[in-house]
T-cell receptor, first 111, second 115 residues
Framework: QKEVEQDPGPLSVPEGAIVSLNCTYS??????FMWYRQYSRKGPELLMY????GNKEDGRFTAQVDKSSKYISLFIRDSQPSDSATYLC???????????FGTGTRLKVLA | EAGVTQFPSHSVIEKGQTVTLRCDPI?????LYWYRRVMGKEIKFLLH????????ESGMPNNRFLAERTGGTYSTLKVQPAELEDSGVYFC?????????????FGNGTRLTVT
């Protein structure tokens, strides 16, 4: 069993929709949770970086962490065609830099 | 501020040949990491430098891979001799803070194809 599970998609939504992207994990030692966006032929770009359970908002993006359920989410409001990309969740244990990534979810926002 | 720069962006080599990938981290970032994504799999950690010292190389697949960071600035990752299963995208990342987790900033990767 993988430490981090992420639905690969693809996920297609109409422009303006609310998008929900999710990851589950098995290692309760994970303390830091990240969401990256990756466009084709580019590197992962950091979107959100959270430490505690709860919600963190940045513009149209909200990251949610539920440590009791070992479940994290990324919500995108008012989705735009420019949001079409692969979204990667990543996690790490306190004090280490070794990120464990999900496989990524491909998102397509249709104009 | 310039981001993490990787060179080349794409490399095609034959099995048995040698390839060297280069990474220039963000200026001032002491921490440098190599990750790899092989086809259909998730991005996986290879190793971590703090300045010129290897802190953790537990993700290196085997002794055909050699990473260096002389002078604590740019890093190279050499694969010698390359095998077919080494094909994938090699990402470099860097971060600033030490002693705590801080988010990694990734380069665009080097796409390696071994034929």
């Amino acid at each position: 069993q993988k430490e981090v599970e992420q639905d690969p998609g693809p996920l297609s939504v109409p422009e303006g929709a609310i998008v929900s992207l999710n990851c589950t994990y098995s290692n309760s030692a994970f303390q830091y949770f990240m969401w990256y966006r990756q466009y084709s032929r580019k590197g992962p770009e950091l979107l959100m970086y959270t430490y505690s359970s709860g919600n963190k908002e940045d513009g149209r993006f909200t990251a949610q962490v539920d440590k009791s359920s070992k479940y994290i989410s990324l919500f995108i409001r008012d989705s735009q065609p420019s949001d079409s990309a692969t979204y990667l969740c990543a996690m790490s244990i306190t004090g280490t830099y070794k990120y464990i990534f999900g496989t990524g979810t491909r998102l397509k926002v249709l104009a | 501020e310039a981001g993490v720069t990787q060179f080349p962006s794409h490399s095609v080599i034959e099995k048995g040949q040698t390839v060297t990938l280069r990474c220039d981290p963000i200026s001032g970032h002491d921490n440098l990491y190599w990750y790899r994504r092989v086809m259909g799999k998730e991005i996986k950690f290879l190793l971590h430098f703090v300045k010129e010292s290897k802190q953790d190389e537990s993700g290196m697949p085997n002794n055909r891979f050699l990473a260096e960071r002389t002078g604590g600035t740019y890093s190279t990752l050499k694969v010698q001799p390359a095998e077919l299963e080494d094909s994938g995208v090699y990402f470099c990342a860097s971060s600033h803070l030490t002693g705590n987790n801080s988010p990694l900033h990734f380069g665009n990767g080097t796409r390696l194809t071994v034929t």
